[in-house]
């Protein structure tokens, strides 16, 4: 089993410098792939960043709304974290695409752009949750399963409290867990290099579609493995929840795409 290392455990102090680095990733990889000159790119990409924090930042809030305002541990039993990425991307590449679309640019050649690159941010992040502790997996007893430290449940009930964790009692014990955020870095490093690949047989409408599909796939499959939000709807957690909306998404903008380039051809 992986030793404790003493790196592990700053809380939200070490992530945010994972996130910060992913951000100015994006951006560089962002003015390499966008079909537009460097200060256009610069523009849309800060501009659909912003709004995406914005956006994530506000469903956090939503969410935690109880625990801000005081109520009782029976409504905080159903506060989770786990739900600002998806209406983050959500909000970001909506002001990305009716940016672009406004300024007579290539909207979803700009939008594939954005989502090239998006797996290597992400990458980024997912090895800033490892750091940190947080996102932190289910119970397991593999040879590279977590040992005890910040990611003991134990451990998150002390810094807490019970309420935050009634959802699981079995996880109260000192147990070895899932290293799950090294699965979701691996797995969208594994995209982003895929992507280089994919981007250039596919149109920009269906590889958009394609990245976000398969993002959603792996929120979903490996959001069973995350022990850090409650499972609120038959066995699903709020991620995973979100994932199953950004599939149907991917559908229909994936089956869509023949009528609509029809559509365009004929105007």
């Known amino acids: ?112 752009a954005a989502l090239r690159l998006l797996p290597a941010a992400l990458a980024v992040c997912w090895l800033g949750a490892l750091v940190d502790g947080s996102a932190f997996g289910t119970p397991a007893e593999l040879p590279w399963a977590l040992e005890s430290g910040l990611y003991s449940p134990k451990a998150f009930i002390a810094a807490h409290g019970p309420a935050a964790y009634v959802f699981n009692p079995r996880t109260a014990l000192d147990l070895t867990i899932h290293p799950v955020q090294a699965y979701f870095a691996l797995t969208c490093l594994g995209l982003f290099f895929a992507a280089g690949p994919v981007k250039r047989r596919l149109k920009p409408r269906r590889f958009s579609a394609l990245v976000v599909g398969l993002l959603a796939l792996v929120w979903l499959l490996l959001g069973f493995l995350r022990n850090d939000d409650p499972v609120l709807l038959v066995g699903l957690r709020a991620p995973q929840l979100q994932a199953l909306g950004a599939l149907v998404w991917a559908a ?10 029809q559509t365009e051809a004929t105007a």
């Open 1 to 112: 089993m992986l030793p404790h290392l003493p790196l592990f455990g700053g809380y939200l102090r070490t992530v945010y410098l994972f996130f910060i680095a992913a951000g100015l990733l994006g951006w560089l990889l962002f003015r390499r792939y966008a079909p537009l000159d460097r200060p256009t790119a610069d523009r849309r990409y800060f501009w659909a960043l912003l709004w995406g924090l914005l956006a994530a930042r506000a469903a956090e809030y939503l969410i935690f709304a109880p625990l801000y305002l005081g109520l009782t541990d029976i409504v905080r039993e159903w506060t989770y974290v786990g739900v600002a990425f998806w209406p983050g991307l959500a909000v970001g590449l909506t002001v990305l695409w009716r940016r672009s679309r406004r300024a007579g640019e290539p909207a979803w050649e700009t939008t594939a």
């Open 252 to 261: 229909v903008v994936w089956f869509t795409e023949s009528r609509t380039t």
